[in-house]
């Protein structure tokens, strides 16, 4: 494994790790897929006939199987003009040429701390153990205790 590489493109500048991500890893898109085909599978459609749009449904489940709301965090950066980049965290740490929040003198800075997304992902933890451990031991933990043994 290129550790430089995973760390440059599939850490988040926030601490987030691509390869444990339900989006990234599909589960959430086949969870999707697995509800719109019980639908018709299991009957599912007479039963829900009457309470709601049955194909309006599916068409989202659908939707939703078939797409991504991850644009790959470290891939967007440098394609928006700063003032338009949606993701604050990113926008600050491009602009300052790091690959991580931690390398900075200010973190964790507030930007980081009050975004949801960092706070339920436990970002700050995993950006404190990469900068105590080193990138490379904490891939590799990452790697055993969540990739290599999967849970779906």
């Known amino acids: 494994?290129?550790?430089?590489?995973?760390?440059k493109y599939h850490i988040s500048y926030c601490g987030s790790y691509c390869h444990i991500c339900d989006w990234h890893t599909g589960r959430i898109r086949r969870a999707f897929q697995l509800?719109?085909?019980m639908i018709d599978n299991l009957g599912l459609r007479k039963r829900l006939g009457d309470k709601i749009d049955v194909d309006h449904f599916k068409t989202v489940l659908e939707?939703?199987?078939?797409s991504s709301i991850c644009p790959e965090c470290k891939a967007e950066a440098g394609i928006h003009k700063p003032d338009e980049d949606r993701c604050k965290i990113r926008q600050c740490c491009h602009s300052k040429g790091y690959d991580l929040c931690n390398e900075c003198a200010d973190f964790p800075?507030?930007?980081?701390?009050s975004n949801p997304g960092?706070?339920?992902?436990h970002c700050i933890e995993n950006l404190q153990e990469i900068?105590?451990?080193?990138?490379?031991?904490?891939i590799d933990q990452q790697w055993k205790k969540y990739v290599s043994e999967p849970v779906d």
């Open 1 to 7: 494994m290129n550790y430089d590489l995973e760390k």
């Open 35 to 37: 509800a719109y085909d």
């Open 63 to 66: 939707n939703l199987a078939h």
């Open 109 to 113: 800075c507030e930007i980081l701390k």
């Open 118 to 121: 960092v706070i339920r992902f």
């Open 131 to 138: 900068k105590e451990k080193g990138h490379k031991a904490w």
